[in-house]
């Protein structure tokens, strides 16, 4: 069949809605919403016809059509093969938005999915904290209004050593607040280097500029030296700071200035110095796990006036800033307007708390804060539970073998620090389809799942998996390959 009758024998909405075979869809949702997924349904085979990436049962269906004939039979036929799609976009449009998806890329903190996935102590914890009232603004001793802070400051300040703290709902947020309190109106010095761009296309300058305060670059893309810090600063000059260079990596004939040693030129000038840490590496051994990623504590040893990092990467909690330092400035922080705007709200309260509590005890961490169970799982752990997940694969006729791939942190967390891993790679052509075409697939199931595409193979890689959820893609991954065998 030519491509101008594959379009001719596409059927009509209104001869779809007629059928017998939609009857009892009718019944569960509106004609609005049938009248919308087939709308989307026939969009999307169009798109198929017009590219020549014909899924295999599309076009062995359209084989056994007799384009001439126009009439009830034809729609009958189109409603019965479309039935399972129909029904897979009515659920897919009628459910929830914001869904759980199974992670089965490797990339520990993905960005696109939600970065670090809380623990079951800190999901209840939120969980008993919204079915009922909370005392998130209430002193329970003294009976009258109390801080926001007040579960978070102590815990931050016990954990760090710092004099205070304060939380706000992300790092950005963090970084904007401190330079419009500190530095409104003067000038503050930045190492070329770092004038970063975080996701989303928002760079540090940017932030600058909506903080109104005025930025000084020194030094050049790989070199900067204490003299261009020295000669840079002026009496309009009101801070000096250092962003982590946390999503990427510059190598070669390069040099940077330590915290420490920019913390002793702001001392001796009488400037604050505010390190930008962005990851909040706070794991104890953390040095054994990312060796080159600086952690908090680093930062920490830096004697920096006031530090900030982000929650939801390498802390392992929900979204959030966090800025612990000097009792001062904090104060000033919290009186600032922007705060108000950058508060936090009681989900997040009651996830960093149980979080942070976890801290308390390093024993814990592996237990609770499920970034480190993923991070520190061997690779002989990975490979058994491959095997297993293959056996099972194979016992229905799924062929599948283990490759080795790479594991990395990813959120903008420890750039280039990649590490050993392993996968389980399908090949789609065993059943006469495409990497991409079966990808998509994956992402339409309940739960979605997430892989990744290597030279028209689906990798599917267990390390973020939890081992509840593996019963799920195996099921999925069946559900498709059996389909269409």
Same mark, same amino acid.
């Given at each position: 069949?030519?491509?101008?009758?594959?379009?001719?024998?596409?059927?009509?909405?209104?001869?779809?809605? =007629?059928?017998? !075979?939609?009857?009892? %869809?009718?019944? *569960?949702? #509106?004609? $609005?919403?049938?009248?919308? +997924?087939?709308?989307? &349904?026939?969009?999307?085979?169009?798109?198929?016809?017009?590219?020549?990436?014909?899924?295999?049962?599309?076009?062995?269906?359209?084989?056994?059509?007799?384009?001439?004939?126009?009439?009830?039979?034809?729609?009958?036929?189109?409603?019965?093969?479309?039935?399972? =799609?129909?029904? !897979?976009?009515?659920? %897919?449009?009628? *459910?929830? #938005?914001? $869904?759980?998806?199974?992670? +089965?890329?490797?990339? &520990?903190?993905?960005?696109?999915?939600?970065?670090?996935?809380?623990?079951?102590?800190?999901?209840?914890?939120?969980?008993?904290?919204?079915?009922?009232?909370?005392?998130?603004?209430?002193?329970?001793?003294?009976?009258?209004?109390?801080?926001?802070?007040?579960?978070?400051?102590?815990?931050?300040?016990? %954990?760090?050593?710092?004099?205070?703290?304060?939380?706000?709902?992300?790092?950005?947020?963090?970084?904007?607040?401190?330079?419009?309190?500190?530095?409104?109106?003067?000038?503050?010095?930045?190492?070329?280097?770092?004038?970063?761009?975080?996701?989303?296309?928002?760079?540090?300058?940017?932030?600058?500029?909506?903080?109104?305060?005025?930025?000084?670059?020194?030094?050049?893309?790989?070199?900067?030296?204490?003299?261009?810090?020295?000669?840079?600063?002026?009496?309009?000059?009101?801070?000096?700071?250092?962003?982590?260079?946390?999503?990427?990596?510059?190598?070669?004939?390069?040099?940077?200035?330590?915290a420490k040693e920019l913390a002793q030129i702001a001392e001796r000038h009488e400037l604050p110095?505010?390190?930008?840490?962005?990851?909040?590496?706070?794991?104890?051994?953390?040095?054994?796990?990312?060796?080159?990623?600086?952690?908090?504590?680093?930062?920490?040893?830096?004697?920096?006036?006031?530090?900030?990092?982000?929650?939801?990467?390498?802390?392992?909690?929900?979204?959030?800033?966090?800025?612990?330092?000097?009792?001062?400035?904090?104060?000033?922080?919290?009186?600032?307007?922007?705060?108000?705007?950058?508060?936090?709200?009681?989900?997040?309260?009651?996830?960093?708390?149980?979080?942070?509590?976890?801290?308390?005890?390093?024993?814990?961490?592996?237990?609770?804060?499920?970034?480190?169970?993923?991070?520190?799982?061997?690779?002989?752990?990975?490979?058994?539970?491959?095997?297993?997940?293959?056996?099972?694969?194979?016992?229905?006729?799924?062929?599948?073998?283990?490759?080795?791939?790479?594991?990395?942190i990813g959120g903008g967390s420890a750039p280039g620090q990649a590490f050993p891993s392993c996968?389980?790679?399908?090949?789609?052509?065993?059943?006469?389809?495409?990497?991409?075409?079966?990808?998509?697939?994956?992402?339409?199931?309940?739960?979605?799942?997430?892989?990744?595409?290597?030279?028209?193979?689906?990798?599917?890689?267990?390390?973020?998996?939890?081992?509840?959820?593996?019963?799920?893609?195996?099921?999925?991954?069946?559900?498709?390959?059996?389909?269409?065998?």
């Open positions: 069949m030519s491509k101008e009758n594959w379009l001719r024998a596409l059927p009509g909405i209104d001869s779809l809605l =007629r059928s017998e !075979s939609m009857q009892h %869809l009718r019944s *569960g949702y #509106s004609e $609005r919403a049938l009248t919308d +997924a087939l709308r989307n &349904i026939l969009q999307d085979l169009r798109q198929q016809l017009l590219s020549d990436e014909l899924a295999l049962d599309l076009e062995n269906f359209l084989l056994t059509l007799d384009i001439e004939k126009k009439d009830c039979s034809q729609s009958e036929a189109w409603a019965d093969f479309l039935r399972p =799609r129909i029904k !897979s976009e009515l659920s %897919l449009n009628e *459910g929830f #938005s914001f $869904r759980p998806v199974i992670n +089965a890329t490797g990339v &520990i903190l993905h960005t696109n999915l939600g970065r670090a996935p809380l623990g079951d102590l800190a999901a209840r914890h939120v969980y008993e904290s919204l079915i009922s009232y909370s005392n998130l603004e209430y002193d329970l001793a003294a009976g009258e209004r109390g801080e926001r802070y007040q579960a978070l400051e102590p815990l931050l300040a016990r %954990l760090t050593g710092q004099e205070a703290a304060l939380v706000v709902n992300n790092n950005a947020a963090a970084v904007l607040l401190i330079l419009n309190e500190l530095a409104e109106g003067k000038e503050v010095i930045v190492s070329r280097s770092e004038l970063v761009e975080i996701g989303g296309a928002f760079r540090v300058p940017d932030v600058m500029l909506k903080a109104n305060c005025r930025l000084r670059e020194v030094g050049t893309t790989n070199k900067t030296h204490d003299y261009d810090y020295e000669r840079a600063i002026n009496p309009e000059t009101a801070l000096i700071l250092k962003v982590h260079q946390s999503n990427f990596r510059i190598t070669g004939f390069y040099s940077e200035l330590e110095f505010v390190y930008d840490l962005g990851s909040g590496l706070l794991h104890p051994e953390a040095k054994r796990l990312l060796p080159e990623e600086p952690s908090v504590r680093d930062a920490l040893n830096s004697k920096a006036d006031l530090i900030c990092f982000s929650g939801d990467k390498l802390l392992g909690g929900p979204q959030a800033g966090i800025i612990v330092g000097k009792k001062k400035y904090i104060e000033r922080l919290k009186k600032n307007p922007y705060t108000r705007a950058f508060r936090i709200d009681k989900m997040v309260v009651s996830a960093l708390e149980a979080v942070l509590r976890a801290y308390l005890d390093p024993e814990r961490l592996k237990l609770e804060l499920p970034i480190f169970a993923f991070l520190e799982k061997s690779l002989a752990e990975l490979e058994s539970r491959s095997d297993i997940f293959i056996d099972r694969l194979e016992a229905q006729g799924v062929e599948a073998s283990l490759v080795s791939s790479e594991g990395e996968a389980i790679a399908l090949d789609p052509a065993q059943i006469g389809r495409s990497a991409a075409e079966v990808e998509a697939e994956l992402r339409q199931q309940d739960p979605p799942i997430v892989a990744c595409i290597r030279k028209d193979c689906l990798l599917f890689d267990l390390r973020c998996v939890r081992e509840d959820e593996e019963e799920e893609l195996c099921r999925s991954i069946l559900k498709i390959f059996a389909k269409n065998s």
